[in-house]
């Protein structure tokens, strides 16, 4: 089974590297990159053509809000994550308005990044793999 590609944007190298290390021999996510920025991550989305991109919501701005934008509008588009340390119905809204196609929180990255990739898939994770948190994977995209 093909494991779902996710680049991440967050400036803190210290999740960037557990959260690779710790998907590193999941069965459904691979890392495939990362940046620091936004303007790293451009470049790095186009030649990496990841299945999905989460983005740090601290980075919350007319940029961040531009490049999922620019990310949705593309054929065969990435979807979209944006992740956030914190878990409120505001950070959720405004991802949401901005385009994304989810939200998650950090805090439950651990648990909740796998289900939340699969409920863009057609086939869904074995009973196993699942997790009762709070998976916010927007209406119109599930």
């Not at 053509?49 to 588009?77: E, H, S, W, Y």
Request: glycine content about 4%; overall charge negative; aromatic content about 8%.
């Amino acid at each position: 089974m093909a494991r779902t590609r996710i680049f991440l944007i967050d400036p803190n190298s210290a999740l960037v590297e557990a959260t690779c290390a710790l998907f590193a021999e999941s069965d459904y996510v691979q890392i495939v990159g990362a940046a620091a920025d936004l303007n790293q991550a451009l470049d790095r989305i186009a030649l990496l053509r990841p299945d999905f991109v989460l983005i740090d919501f601290i980075q919350a701005d007319q940029t961040t809000f531009g490049l999922i934008r620019n990310l949705k509008a593309q054929p065969a588009a990435p979807h979209v994550i944006v992740m956030s340390i914190y878990d409120s119905p505001r950070y959720e809204q405004a991802a949401r308005v901005a385009g994304a196609d989810g939200f998650i929180s950090k805090v439950e990255l651990v648990h909740c990044l796998e289900p939340l990739v699969a409920s863009f898939a057609p086939v869904p994770l074995p009973r196993s793999k699942r997790h009762t948190g709070s998976l916010h994977a927007f209406s119109s995209c599930a």
